[in-house]
């Protein structure tokens, strides 16, 4: 879908998809998630054997949820997360139930942010945030492989500078 945006930019898919490292990282947080909420439910059916066989029917269903969230929801963000940076603007496209386009003009990005946490250096991953005088929120480009989010910020910080002012 291609419609005209505000300074010429337009939205449409972005070129460039995310690392494929990414998915082992959704898929390892999908499980983890899965094991934080299956966990409690295990220890009360120990300690409250009364209440076993409820509890052993929420721990099935929140097993099979678990598992399906881990091997769909990876694949399909993979397979339509995307980000792209233009001479003049940063275009991201995210979402797996719902999908985001989302374009921002270089001239209103304020501040540009790379996030590291323990699961995504484990896999050589990173975030870039690109914060912009908007209200409808930051933009972010999960799963990068991390020099590539190095060079990304490098490159927003060096546009920004270019244009002056305080993008607002």
Do not use: C, K, N
């Not at 390892?28 to 059916?45: C, E, K, N």
């Not at 598992?67 to 940076?85: D, F």
Request: no cysteine.
């Amino acid at each position: 879908m291609t419609t005209p945006q505000s300074g010429g930019a337009r939205l449409r898919t972005p070129a460039h998809r995310v690392s494929r490292r990414a998915r082992v990282w959704w898929a390892m947080r999908s499980a983890i998630g899965t094991l934080v909420v299956l966990a409690p439910q295990v220890v009360a059916a120990v300690v409250w054997p009364r209440v076993a066989d409820v509890l052993l029917v929420t721990g099935i269903a929140t097993f099979v949820v678990g598992v399906a969230h881990l091997l769909v929801v990876p694949r399909v963000r993979y397979a339509r997360h995307r980000w792209e940076i233009t001479d003049d603007a940063v275009h991201t496209l995210s979402g797996w139930l719902r999908l985001e386009w989302r374009i921002a003009p270089i001239s209103r990005v304020q501040t540009v942010d790379t996030d590291r946490g323990p699961l995504q250096r484990a896999f050589g991953l990173s975030s870039v945030t690109v914060t912009t005088a908007s209200s409808s929120g930051a933009l972010t480009i999960d799963g990068l492989d991390a020099g590539d989010a190095v060079v990304l910020a490098d490159r927003l910080t060096r546009a920004t500078e270019h244009l002056g002012g305080d993008a607002t």
